[in-house]
């Protein structure tokens, strides 16, 4: 079953997303028995069905797609540099074709920046992954969520029995930071308590232009310099108490930004690169408080990889036709978290079959 330009049904509209893009990719090959358009679409499916492995994906799932592989073609394809390069080529295309609303355009201060919300995850093991040392090591996974329009990224995988997060952050590199942010725009990164590392960022602001945001950490030592204003008439500015430059123990300046939770009282301070956009830019009233108080993005990393994407809310009568509706929610939201998952899923294929001929 192709992938049509002109949907008729919900199936060819979820899909529709894709079409063409494997073809036009440079890493695109002909393969008789298993082509790469059907490869993405067995692909996709099997991010999408709740099983724990690609044989059971295969048994249980097998007959309802539109070209069923042999078990060689589906596991050896695994292995195939051609096929990854491929996959990452069509995720790009696909975050690159959608058109996203920008949760951010309110902020002019941030008219400069593109913003992104750090985090890892790990999960544990799969049953026929190697051993190092009589222990299996946990699976590491480091994402980006874009603020402006809510894709999900993969940036690194985790190496090493726990990789700590500044680790990876280091062999992403300044210029991975940057995630293709057109030449011109500051990155803004959002990341929690285990990303400060002020000599890095220090290095990714002057390199990149990269700056961070992040909660500040208990007992930090440092020298007051001088208060920055406070604009008290600024409704986005509810809650702010303090935006102060201060001097680190470990040499450079930074902003220390007090606030004060409206609903419960409670007092944060986040840490900031010291040329970052004006207090109400980076207020929890105007981005998302989930991402500035750094609740921990493990929870909604972990339901990417494991739980199936939500139904649709129900439209309103005066919304959009259903079909129109539907291609939305796809480029929005599904399509970042398949494909993405469409990698993640290859890869846990690839070791859990590594070691075990095949059946």
Request: proline share 8%.
């Amino acid at each position: 079953m192709p992938i049509h330009s002109k949907p008729t049904n919900v199936n060819d509209a979820f899909f529709q997303p894709l079409t063409g893009l494997a073809a036009a990719s440079p890493h695109a090959r002909y393969c008789r028995e298993f082509s790469d358009e059907h490869w993405l679409l067995t692909g996709v499916r099997r991010c999408l069905e709740p099983v724990e492995s690609g044989r059971a994906f295969l048994q249980e799932h097998g007959p309802d797609l539109p070209c069923l592989p042999s078990h060689a073609n589906y596991f050896n394809s695994l292995h195939s540099e051609r096929r990854l390069e491929l996959v990452r080529e069509v995720n790009r295309a696909v975050l690159a074709s959608a058109r996203w609303p920008d949760r951010l355009e309110a902020m002019p201060e941030l008219r400069k920046y593109e913003c992104f919300a750090l985090d890892g995850h790990w999960h544990k093991a799969a049953t026929h992954d190697p051993r190092h040392k009589e222990t299996k090591m946990a699976v590491g996974h480091f994402y980006s969520l874009d603020l402006r329009g809510h894709q999900l990224r993969a940036l690194a995988t985790g190496e090493g029995l726990h990789e700590h997060d500044m680790s990876a952050l280091k062999r992403i590199k300044p210029t991975g930071l940057r995630q293709d942010a057109p030449k011109g725009k500051r990155v803004l990164i959002v990341y929690d308590k285990a990303g400060i590392d002020f000599a890095f960022w220090k290095r990714c602001r002057v390199e990149k232009a990269v700056y961070f945001l992040s909660r500040a950490k208990e007992g930090m030592v440092y020298d007051w310099i001088e208060d920055r204003p406070v604009d008290p008439n600024d409704s986005r500015n509810q809650g702010l108490q303090s935006d102060r430059l201060i001097a680190l123990r470990e040499g450079g300046l930074m902003r220390l930004i007090r606030y004060i939770e409206p609903d419960q009282g409670k007092t944060y301070e986040f840490l900031a690169s010291r040329k970052t956009p004006p207090c109400p830019a980076l207020s929890p009233s105007t981005l998302p408080c989930e991402i500035l108080l750094c609740t921990p993005m493990q929870p909604q990393i972990a339901s990417t990889l494991r739980a199936r994407p939500s139904l649709p809310p129900k439209p309103r009568p005066h919304a959009r036709s259903g079909q129109c509706y539907l291609s939305s929610l796809v480029r929005r939201i599904l399509w970042p978290l398949t494909v993405i998952r469409l990698g993640i899923n290859l890869v846990a294929d690839q070791f859990a079959n590594s070691e075990r001929p095949n059946q």
